[in-house]
């Protein structure tokens, strides 16, 4: 497994330098990555591991590519910009992340609900509860505030009626 991926994200599939014109360009730690894009356009991607026990990958991966949608973006407990409540329960990987000491959960609710949201540590013991309590449909955020607690690998877990998901988030100080 590597330690470090070498992350190139374009609008042209054959990356030509320099480097600095590419959309996205960084060395990341994490194999889940956010980066802002624009809505409705087609981009490139590649990635490049190092950092093993046996040494680096010895070139680029296969250039792959994706299209973006609408850019529907929203904080709180707002709806979608033309007021449309979500489709479907959903629950979005933190940002950033790795983090610190805050990092934004988004998670998507398609009706009124009660919704529990809660971090755990790597030993499965509770270190914080973010929501507990009856929310209304839409999408929604929080903030969390990781301040008081050590580095390492947390996980957040939210239940909501009969839909649970749970994902992985980095603080480093």
């Not at 509770?126 to 309590?133: D, H, I, P, R, Y």
Request: hydrophobic residues 30%.
């Amino acid at each position: 497994m590597y330690k470090f991926y070498h992350l190139q994200v374009n609008t042209d599939p054959t990356f030509p330098l320099p480097t600095n014109q590419m959309v996205f360009d960084e060395i990341v730690t994490d194999t889940t990555y956010t980066i802002t894009l624009n809505a409705y356009t087609t981009y490139y991607w590649r990635v490049f591991g190092f950092g093993d026990y046996t040494g680096s990958s010895s070139c680029w991966s296969e250039v792959r590519s994706f299209t973006t949608g609408s850019s529907k973006i929203a904080v709180g407990s707002q709806t979608g910009k033309s007021g449309e409540k979500p489709k479907a329960f959903g629950l979005n990987q933190n940002y950033p992340n790795p983090f610190n000491p805050t990092t934004e959960i988004k998670y998507d609710l398609p009706e009124d609900v009660n919704v529990s949201l809660k971090i755990y540590d790597v030993l499965g013991r509770e270190v914080a509860t973010l929501v507990n309590g009856y929310q209304d449909a839409g999408y929604k955020s929080v903030n969390f505030d990781a301040s008081s607690l050590p580095s390492g690998l947390y996980f957040y877990r939210l239940q909501a009626g009969k839909f649970s998901d749970i994902k992985k988030m980095m603080l480093l100080k």
